[in-house]
């Protein structure tokens, strides 16, 4: 039993980055029917970002939390500001053509963010700076530490603000109607082009503050790591309903916990498989995912 809740502990701190990353993924393909692939490597510039922003802040330390908030805002800044110029540059020019033009652009850009990060940052791996000293507790058996802690309350923190921006305030509203029916938003007076850069803006936001959160956990950084974290996010999304939400929340903590249960009760060979496992599953029995609907399109 204690290696259960060991276990469930990890899987929860492991699901949390996943379901901050799924949510980049539900959010645009809301609105824009659009998978994007791109969108694990915006969480590898996350992490870069808070890497070189934390070495920036170095000398000016005040408190760990203080300098752990300042470091994710800064990085979940500087994403949003690049999501934006990629959805501009990218995919506004293509947004009329078809699905699979804007997939095969989505991919141009994944493997165009992965090769300049080999050349901008070196494609050697870099330590993330500690900002949270280590502490290690232990209840009835069951050890969990600070970092794995500040992971899971941050990301649940980040995870329930989305949805009170979401479904209470205006411009969540205008973002839902985007999502039901663009051409009607557009009838109703929505400025959809606007909408569409805020949903970019935000689900990139939270790929960095994932990005930030696993190399308080996992220091070592490299531009290739959002390859897998990112196909595994995609999994976890699709395995909620990619689309909804609550889904893509659930979708990551399923995963991160079926991940973590996978390796310490079986082998960690297998550890990466499982998530692909998962996927054929629920494309064979219930495509819609968990918390999705089916919808009928016509051809």
């Not at 979940?76 to 009329?96: D, F, N, Q, S, W």
């Not at 649940?156 to 205006?170: D, E, G, Q």
């Not at 939270?206 to 996992?218: D, H, K, P, Y």
């Amino acid at each position: 039993m204690q290696t259960f809740f060991q276990q469930l502990i990890n899987g929860l701190s492991l699901g949390s980055i996943y379901a901050l990353v799924a949510l980049g993924y539900t959010m645009v393909y809301g609105v824009l029917r659009l998978i994007n692939f791109a969108h694990g490597d915006v969480y590898m510039l996350g992490a870069y970002f808070g890497y070189y922003a934390a070495r920036i802040l170095h000398p000016y330390r005040v408190v760990p939390w203080i300098d752990t908030l300042a470091v994710m805002v800064a990085s979940m800044v500087a994403c949003g500001l690049t999501a934006l110029l990629i959805e501009r540059l990218a995919y506004r020019p293509v947004r009329h053509a078809s699905r699979l033009t804007m997939l095969i652009i989505a991919i141009g850009v994944s493997l165009l963010l992965e090769s300049l990060g080999q050349i901008v940052f070196g494609a050697d791996p870099k330590f993330f700076p500690q900002l949270i000293p280590e502490k290690t507790w232990r209840w009835h058996g069951v050890i969990f530490t600070n970092q794995e802690m500040v992971v899971i309350l941050v990301a649940f923190i980040l995870m329930v603000l989305l949805n009170l921006f979401v479904y209470r305030t205006r411009t969540g509203k205008a973002m839902r109607a985007v999502s039901f029916n663009l051409d009607a938003a557009k009838l109703m007076g929505i400025n959809t082009d606007r909408i569409i850069s805020l949903t970019f803006v935000i689900g990139s936001s939270l790929a960095a503050a994932g990005g930030v959160l696993v190399s308080i956990n996992i220091p070592g950084i490299d531009p290739l790591m959002g390859v897998m974290t990112g196909l595994k996010a995609f999994v976890a999304a699709v395995l909620g309903g990619i689309g909804n939400i609550f889904g893509a929340v659930l979708g990551g903590l399923i995963l991160g916990m079926a991940e973590v249960m996978v390796a310490g009760y079986g082998s960690s060979t297998y550890r990466d498989a499982i998530a692909f496992l998962i996927l054929i599953a629920i494309l064979l029995f219930k495509p819609a995912g968990i918390l999705g609907k089916g919808q009928v399109e016509k051809v």
